[in-house]
């Protein structure tokens, strides 16, 4: 008997590993996407903007292999501490999907943008991209290794993001106000600017994911927010 209950915990802890080894799998292309796209942004590549926006689909095809696993884990009713991560894995997973699908909008918007000629901003665009790359590479990190103190340290830098965003987009709004025909390519740098700025807020809603799944209903320490886009 004991031998059959110690099987049926090892196999139920190796699926639990399959499906957290497939987030980090899955976490690991939407960085990878969204680098790419800021990349074809900076090379005006048409191209390989198309190529990321193809390649989304595979994020959301391992999100539903995840829902999947989830649920059958769920199903053989687990003990607390399994339910936690079973919570935290489809909401991680959510969380991933839609920073690649920021990432493919990115992508999509910089053909569009392609169409005028070159602006000097998106230097500032970059800017703020690598650092949400960074959080989410860092996150992503944090969720493997079960790190919360990691993950909070992603959950302190969303300010800095914010401070990065809000200046982008004023520096935009002024430029826009100042030369009439930058309004369009302008108008797709604060769609992109902004997409990047939810990246960095999914990447914050990993983090306090990572909190519940290492200290339960634990209270998350206060944290600061500093986008100002709408007192701009």
Request: one cysteine or more.
């Amino acid at each position: 008997m004991n031998q059959l209950h110690d099987h049926i915990v090892k196999s139920y802890d190796e699926e639990q590993r399959r499906m957290l080894d497939e987030i980090v799998r899955m976490g690991t292309m939407a960085a990878s996407q969204l680098e790419a796209a800021l990349d074809v942004v900076e090379r005006r590549d048409d191209k390989a903007a198309e190529r990321i926006v193809a390649n989304d689909e595979a994020i959301d095809v391992i999100e539903r292999e995840i829902d999947h696993a989830a649920m059958k884990l769920a199903l053989r009713g687990p003990m607390a501490r399994d339910l936690r991560t079973i919570l935290a894995a489809l909401k991680v997973s959510a969380d991933i999907e839609r920073i690649g699908d920021y990432a493919a909008n990115i992508a999509k918007r910089s053909c569009a943008l392609n169409l005028s000629p070159p602006l000097p901003h998106t230097r500032g665009l970059d800017a703020l991209g690598r650092l949400a790359l960074e959080q989410v590479r860092d996150v992503i990190i944090a969720y493997r290794d079960s790190d919360a103190i990691a993950a909070q340290r992603v959950r302190n830098r969303d300010a800095e993001l914010d401070t990065l965003y809000t200046g982008l987009f004023r520096e935009l709004l002024t430029y826009m106000m100042e030369d009439a025909r930058a309004i369009t390519p302008c108008t797709h740098l604060l769609f992109m600017a902004k997409n990047l700025e939810r990246v960095g807020d999914h990447a914050t809603n990993i983090a306090e994911n990572i909190w519940f799944l290492v200290h339960g209903e634990d209270d998350l320490p206060p944290r600061e927010k500093r986008d100002a886009t709408n007192s701009a």
